[in-house]
């Protein structure tokens, strides 16, 4: 036990885990929850690019020093109090100009809700439909200023999304992927073992029973076995989850009823080569029962080997998922890596040239598989010494 508690693949998995289960705690907010703008890479990216900044416009207005490039989306709203018979105007100054946002007249309250990425608003500037606004409102460096001219009151609020939002950045909707990347933690290992477990749990009881009961039994159940890991899988899954749901736990049935046979065969292989020993022939012959020398005797005997299938079985069951999820198979609203793959394929992050919203997710299923690799390698090695005997040769 000490030995397995010493090795950095666990201690590893122990900090994934409590990451995955207590960082969303510490997390305030909602994973869906809109940062910044969409795309915006990291913190620590390019200093050039803006963050994201929010100016209070009063009926003084407010005045901006830009010394960066372009935000990525130009905001404003809020409320304007003005006489009726008066035309109020907001006006924008840049250093090569004065463009006027939008003319109001005939009300005494106005509600503002401009985006830069409206198309209404791009043609009442005059400015292309196709392109970033913020770019031809921030022309060069220098010194701006937003105003209204005739307003009794102005209460507005502008927001200018930078380029860089988080420590990995932002996503197609500007969420921030290292939240995501925190829940889909907890996605990834529910899955994993959950699935493995009811699998390893479920081979268990059929390797148990072959082996021992032998004759019509064991043939049928193997070859079902054989049928099982002769058909693919993954057409199989696809249909399976498009039938019974995508929710979370439809997905960790559907891995599980692929993923029992090998733990089955294991199992019954161990079975048959010790049903005929003397001590079990010494337990019948006492008149112990056939489920007291499974439950006491064989059990304890198969239990190493279920422990390794189990962290061998954890990376097959979460590259299932994330493929399934990948392919669009999982619900939309469930938060996982393969998720975030199939959300950064589906929204163009590959011509966008968004590698943190591919590399992360990536890493994390690659690391997370590994790490269940080694340590079920370890336990193979304790089982058996010949496996590990190599490293002295």
Known sequence: MRDILKRKSVIMLICIFFAGFLGPMLISGHPSDVTGAPFARPLWWNAKLPLSSEYVVGNSGVEINWEKLPPEIFALNGRITADPEKEVRIIWSTPVGEKTLDTLTGSDLYWINMDGRDMIFKQKLGLPLIGKSAEHLFPSSGRYSLRTEGAMETELSLSLSGGREGLLGTDQRGRDVLTLL????????????????????????????????????????????????????????????????????????????????????????????????????????????????????????????????????????????????????????????????????????????????????????????????????????????????????
């Open 182 to 393: 925190i829940f889909g933690i907890r996605t990834s290992l529910i899955v994993g073992i959950s699935a493995t477990l009811i699998a390893s749990l479920l081979g268990l009881g059929l390797g148990l029973a072959t082996g021992y009961i032998g004759g019509l039994f064991d043939a049928f159940v193997m070859r079902i076995v054989d049928v099982l890991l002769s058909i693919p899988t993954l057409p199989i899954m696809m249909v399976l989850a498009g039938l019974w749901g995508k929710g979370l736990w439809q997905l960790v049935l559907i891995l599980s009823i692929f993923s029992w046979m090998g733990t089955a065969r294991s199992v019954r292989a161990l079975v048959l080569t010790v049903r005929e020993s003397p001590w079990v022939e010494g337990l019948r012959v006492l008149g112990a029962k056939r489920g007291y020398i499974l439950r006491r005797h064989l059990v304890p005997e198969a239990a190493p080997i279920l422990l390794a299938n189990i962290a061998l079985g954890v990376p097959g069951a979460i590259l299932a998922e994330a493929g399934l999820a990948f392919l669009g198979l999982s619900d939309p609203r469930l938060i996982s890596w393969g998720r975030m793959l199939h959300e950064a394929h589906s929204f163009g992050a590959f011509t966008e040239g968004a590698w943190w919203l591919l590399i992360p997710p990536g890493l994390g299923i690659v690391a997370l598989c590994l790490i269940f690799m080694d340590i079920g390698r370890f336990l193979e090695e304790k089982i058996d010494p010949r496996l590990g005997s190599g490293k002295n040769a």
